[in-house]
T-cell receptor, first 113, second 113 residues
Framework: AQSVTQLDSQVPVFEEAPVELRCNYS??????LFWYVQYPNQGLQLLLK??????LVKGINGFEAEFNKSQTSFHLRKPSVHISDTAEYFC???????????FGQGTRLTINP | EPEVTQTPSHQVTQMGQEVILRCVPI?????FYWYRQILGQKVEFLVS????????KSEIFDDQFSVERPDGSNFTLKIRSTKLEDSAMYFC???????????FGAGSRLTVL
């Protein structure tokens, strides 16, 4: 069965420091992978997606993620974070041919000045 | 930029009451979804809807839940007799045919007392 695991529930970092939010998935078939961001009191906004092609995908707000098939991972990175990046980040996947999107538990990113 | 609109943003109801949550998907999208997020938990798939019928539903989506697209623009989620455990944020999403990318609304927070 398909599942998505985000290994860190909370990640505190200092402003301008790099950050990596980890995501692993399990599936018996090929998957599409996504990162969504949820700012306080707002909905889910798509950060980036991997559908096919280059394993390094770039998204909005300077974020990028790398699809690693052998490690079944899709970690999210940003080289230098800002206070405005404080939010909940969700990794999600859905199997090719399926419609259901499966989410990870979410990682709360807190940026300290 | 086109967006998915949800109303109400917050609804408080008594246990046992019926609730209807409304969504206006992006106009040229063909696939529609409801997800929910209980406080502190992951976002969970409820149901997908295509061509005026349910295409997939989760085990959460029992007989108390129903969806409808009554007029070609709105997409509603009805809970017939609410329970305390139905308290959650409910997200509507829509998808353009074949795009594999969902656009989410800002959510409707349901509080059952």
């Amino acid at each position: 069965a398909q599942s998505v695991t985000q290994l860190d529930s909370q990640v505190p970092v200092f402003e301008e420091a790099p950050v990596e939010l980890r995501c692993n998935y399990s599936s018996s078939v090929s998957v599409y992978l996504f990162w969504y961001v949820q700012y306080p009191n707002q909905g889910l906004q798509l950060l980036l997606k991997y559908l096919s092609g280059s394993t390094l995908v770039k998204g909005i707000n300077g974020f990028e993620a790398e699809f690693n098939k052998s490690q079944t991972s899709f970690h999210l990175r940003k080289p230098s974070v800002h206070i405005s990046d404080t939010a909940e980040y969700f990794c999600a996947a859905h199997e090719r041919g399926a419609q259901k999107l499966v989410f990870g538990q979410g990682t709360r990113l807190t940026i300290n000045p | 930029e086109p967006e998915v609109t949800q109303t109400p943003s917050h609804q408080v109801t008594q246990m046992g009451q019926e609730v209807i949550l409304r969504c206006v998907p992006i106009s040229n999208h063909l696939y529609f979804y409801w997800y929910r997020q209980i406080l502190g938990q992951k976002v969970e798939f409820l149901v997908s809807f295509y061509n005026n019928e349910i295409s997939e539903k989760s085990e959460i989506f029992d007989d108390q839940f129903s969806v409808e697209r009554p007029d070609g623009s709105n997409f509603t989620l009805k809970i017939r007799s609410t329970k305390l455990e139905d308290s959650a944020m409910y997200f509507c999403a829509s998808e353009y045919s074949g795009a594999n990318v969902l656009t989410f609304g800002a959510g409707s927070r349901l509080t059952v007392l």
